[in-house]
């Protein structure tokens, strides 16, 4: 059970960037985003070749990250300059980012267990030598860097989304033509958002890689819809109704997500089944409002999930 | 203050389908002038009015704001000059955000949007002034989200944000269309006032005539893509209804066939 706990905490804070950032494109902007796909595993393998390179893990996290904000403006660029579609343009990213990987590892997959990690380092900070630690208190410390960057990470998007420049995002998603109407050029809001919305799928990606050690191009599959059931997790349990409520409850859905992921394997469930059973738990929550509500009007009520449900086009027309 | 020289505008342009939507517009707006347009269904107001904030280009044709050929700028660098209204009051306003929220991005139109902070005590102490001198009892719920205001309180709210900054152009497009009698009266008492004390230069789209009489310094009415008529102040004062269906029938060659129009009377 403390396993679980550990393990849950662990993936659901090093998963809780990305689903802050699928937050922001899905949610907030609405923009169903698939670069971020890509992006993972991108953040992963920029931040290994570059520890590998034997640069600072600190700043190989960072590259991660950065890698993953040149992705965003890459889909975002086709998008709002190219007029590519939205969906297209993220699946285009995803596929090239796949050719970027192979040629910066160099091969599918890079170790990193005989390098200093990203995370002992920071340990290091703090005074603590890895040598002397226990398992678990490394496990600890490692949650405890983690919390403090991923409350970093809240507490900035959450000032962010209320300045003059964040307030654009949401209008945006809320209603762009009015925005548009307001002087804002939201084909650049699009851009920037897609940008910041990466780089935090960028970071998730390198800090994954740091935590367990490798990078691998496979290792993006299937994780956008669990950000996404993250995000849907988040909201349904711990509330949409403002916008600090949404931001914190995504990354206790995480949490909770990962949790719920690490207690199944923990029983012996077959975690081969997972990802089917995330996607039909996602499509349920999407559609099940629709479902239940029938003729009636389903508008109303389905309004907690309205705008993911919007962005991803599962709205009852 | 705006400025249409032989402007023209074409929907599904060589096709059979085609259609003239504004067919050789000259107008010429003064500083202040007050214009109320009236035309039947169909006639390209609305077209008139999008073509002048950029939503849509016009095909030929020069459009000046302010002494600056603008028409080729897109929607949104005109729309640092010029405050709009739809008639949809779900168009003008963003929901899911709060009604100061609303306003501090209004506030902030043609201006830099930075990082500071948005909604501040300063600017809550300027939201809560404007927004009281509607007299809808808004200024006490700031905080509240738009989408929970009724229809003519948002359209409210979209006028005090339409002017906010001080437009160069105001545009209304039958903004008080979708509401009840008694929220439109109040709507348009509310328009006239804010018009009036911003001293705005404005384009008001409505469909009642008895309106477009008693409103503004300016009558136009449009028909099938042209202006039809065009009537200054003097004249205007002393119009009625009858006479200006008359002088539409005369000038045009049909009768009014706008529903709404004449049950509006
Ligand atoms: N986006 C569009 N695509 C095709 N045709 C359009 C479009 N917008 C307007 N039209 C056509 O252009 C003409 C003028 O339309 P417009 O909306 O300007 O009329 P209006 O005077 O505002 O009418 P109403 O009183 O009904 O609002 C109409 O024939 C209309 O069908
Ligand atoms: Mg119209």
Redesign the pocket.
Known sequence: MENVIINGLQQGLIYGFMALGVLLTFRILGFPDLTVEGTFPLGAAVAATAVVKGIDPTIAVLLGAASGGVAGAATGLMHTRLKVNNILAGILTASAIYTVMLRVMGRPNTPLLAYDSFFTKAMGLFGLNESQMSLFEMQVATISILFIMVLAARLLLGWFLKTDMGLTIRATGSNEKMIRALGVNTENTKLLTLVIANTLVGLSGALACQNQGFADVGMGFGVLVAAIASVIVGEMLFGGRSLSMLLTGVVLGSILYRSLLALGLRLNLPAEDFKMVTALLVLLALTLPNLKLGKANSKKKTSMLGSLTRSLGAEKQ | MIKLNNIYKY??ADTPNE?V?LNNINLNIKEGDFVTVI??????????L?AIAGV?MVDQGIIELAGKDVTSQPEHKRAREIGRIDQDPMASTASDMTIEENLAMAYMRGRRRGLLRAVTGGRTKRFKEVVADVGLGLENRLQVPVGTLSGGQRQALALVMATIAQPKLLLL??HTAALDPKAAKQIMEITRKIVDTKKLTTLM?T?NMEQAIKFGTRLIM?HR?EIILDINQQEKEKLTVPQLIEKFTNTSGTTFD?DRVLLAN
Do not use: C, P, R
């Open positions: 929907f599904f259609v939507a035309g039947s269904n169909g006639a390209g107001k609305s077209t008139l999008k849509e497009d039958e789209i469909h449009m893509g706008d």
